[in-house]
């Protein structure tokens, strides 16, 4: 196995001279860069990571927390995260919290023994005085889909309201005012704030909020054929129905389906999310784009600024966008 002390020989510069060079120092000279480069070149030497992390005392790693490892939502931002990370000569290692407090924190312990480089972190569970501590200890750490304004310039978050608000703003412009929702949990803050949205809406219509209009889901899949069946044996009148995600949607899909209800002419839906069926289902998906890949993008080029001590982005959120299709009618 070639060594750093072989290529120090060969290029007849220090041993401490390879390392700078390896690590990207300034302080190297052109003339021996291109030296410890060629020697490189010619003896086939390949870094050991390890050792260069010692020496630069950083590890190339970006840890993520997530709320799971698999589904619409959390696939593209990992997806994403990872590409951008590899082109940057970084490497992502990824946990999950799997909506539980304990394992939110017990997951951050492990990035933070992992002596990762910098944490993007997407929880829920955690309140914002956890996270504000988090970041006073990691100054590298960035909080996704979620705004603190204490610590505003580490967090990346997209307006859930205002995509509440335009889904229901779209329906009450179709003529639609018997509108129900189906939310996520209500432990989830993204629930919270798209039904703040909702409401809003609706208060600017001079429409009056009906709780009996509002039913639970869940934003992965399990449970919510029952919260759409639940939903339509109350017999609420309802014209439309705003799925809080394209999940809930792809629920309600099936059980009017199942019931003989026509989407897009008896019942109109729109989702949230813009998941890639959204598109390919018939009728199409009317939904609010979430740019989650673009949030992966991002989340990385974040913390590589804080790495590098680079003036950060503005902490202004994401915006959303309707993504208008063919399963909402108009009334006349």
Not at 116 to 144: C, F, Q, W, Y
Not at 223 to 250: M, P, S, W, Y
Request: charged share 20%; hydrophobic share 35%; aromatic share 6%.
């Amino acid at each position: 196995m070639i060594t750093i002390k072989e290529v120090s020989e060969l290029a007849k510069v220090s041993q401490s001279t390879v390392s700078r060079t390896l690590n990207g120092h300034a302080s190297v000279k052109e003339k021996n860069r291109q030296k410890v480069f060629a020697a490189i070149e010619q003896l086939g030497y390949t870094p050991n990571a390890f050792a260069q992390a010692l020496a630069s005392s950083r590890s190339n790693s970006i840890g993520m927390l997530v709320g799971s490892l698999d589904g619409p939502f959390y696939g593209p931002l990992m997806h994403q995260a990872e590409n951008t990370a590899r082109e940057n000569n970084r490497y992502l290692i990824v946990t999950s919290g799997q909506e539980q407090r304990s394992r939110e924190l017990d997951s951050i312990r492990f990035l933070q023994s992992k002596r990762v480089d910098a944490m993007i972190l997407h929880t829920d569970k955690l309140s914002d005085g956890e996270l504000i501590e988090v970041v006073r200890n990691n100054p590298t750490t960035l909080i996704l889909n979620r705004y603190i304004p204490e610590i505003a310039q580490h967090c990346l978050s997209f307006d859930n309201e205002q995509g509440g608000y335009l889904a229901t703003q779209y329906l009450l412009n179709q003529g639609h005012t018997r509108i129900a929702t189906i939310t996520g949990q209500s432990s989830k803050i993204d629930s919270r704030e798209r039904l703040r949205g909702y409401q809003r809406a609706l208060q600017e219509s001079n429409i009056e909020y009906d709780q009996n209009l509002i039913i639970e889901g869940r934003f992965d899949h399990s449970g919510n054929h029952e919260a759409v069946l639940k939903l339509l044996k109350r017999n609420t009148g309802a014209t439309a129905v705003f799925c809080q995600n394209d999940a809930i949607a792809l629920a309600l899909y099936d059980v009017c389906y199942e019931q003989g209800i026509k989407v897009g002419q008896d019942l109109s839906i729109i989702g949230f999310d813009n998941d890639t069926y959204s598109q390919h289902i018939r009728p199409s998906l009317t939904t609010v784009n979430f740019p989650i890949a673009e949030m992966g993008k991002l989340s990385v080029d974040w913390v590589l600024g804080m790495l590098n001590t680079q003036p950060q982005p503005d902490s202004k959120p994401l915006v959303p966008e309707l993504v208008i299709r063919d399963s909402v009618c108009a009334l006349t």
